[in-house]
């Protein structure tokens, strides 16, 4: 599984776009970026997930620049319940079952 | 969304008793659940991939007699911390996934809080 670095925390204001980047410089060919949040006491949530360039759903949007290196997880309008740990995942899922979790983001947000 | 559900949330034992953790996929079957620990804080750690009908693969460090975990059914996953201490109070998470589905979507379970006495 390729190595990911994350910021270890970040504030931000409700109403704020955030962007949580991701670096993954060993990515292989064949793994896929995938995000998860996570709530004080709870399991992980599925965000997101994406192999090249944009993807957007109804929460966030991940983008992936050409050479894959890193990822960015933008979150539109945060609001305080948006305030969890973040995660970013990468690894071939279709060989490989790794799927061991960096040292995720706190993000705060603040009113 | 799948559920995956844990049972029990919360378990509170004496040193040296054996506590089982049960993860079960409710709508969905997973020939593949993980086992992650975590501590307050801290990322969840993989402890142990399960597969159904075969033996977990441990992670390194991780030990197989004393976290022992058995993958029965394509539902059904459970974990059983044998003669607890102290040190194995920590929050268990499991997570599954789903045959066919999203190559990277894990769900996860709500959870269960170990406190060994």
């Known amino acids: 599984l390729a190595k990911t670095t994350q910021p270890i925390s970040m504030d931000s204001y409700e109403g704020q776009e955030v962007n949580i980047t991701c670096s993954h410089n060993?990515?292989?060919?064949?793994?896929?970026i995938t995000w998860y949040q996570q709530f004080p006491s709870q399991g992980p949530r599925f965000i997101i997930q994406g192999y090249k360039t944009k993807v957007t759903n109804e929460v966030a949007s991940l983008f992936i620049p050409a050479d894959r290196k890193s990822s960015t997880l933008s979150l539109p309008r945060v609001s305080l319940s948006d305030t969890a740990v973040y995660y970013c995942?990468?690894?071939?899922?279709?060989?490989?079952?790794?799927?061991?979790f960096g040292a995720g983001t706190r993000l705060t947000v603040k009113p | 969304g799948a559920v995956v559900s844990q049972h029990p949330s919360r378990v509170i034992c004496k040193s040296g008793t054996s506590v089982k953790i049960e993860c079960r996929s409710l709508d969905f079957q997973a020939t593949t659940m993980f086992w992650y620990r975590q501590f307050p804080k801290k990322s969840l750690m993989l402890m142990a991939t399960s597969n159904e009908g075969s033996k977990a693969t441990y992670e390194q460090g991780v030990e197989k007699d004393k976290f022992l975990i058995n993958h029965a059914s394509l539902t059904l996953s459970t974990l059983t911390v044998t003669s607890a201490h102290p040190e194995d109070s920590s929050f268990y998470i499991c997570s599954a996934r789903a045959a066919g589905g999203n190559t990277g979507e894990l769900f996860f379970g709500e959870g269960s809080r170990l406190t060994v006495l």
């Open positions: 060993n990515i292989a060919t064949n793994d896929y």
């Open positions: 995942l990468v690894g071939d899922y279709n060989n490989n079952n790794d799927m061991r």
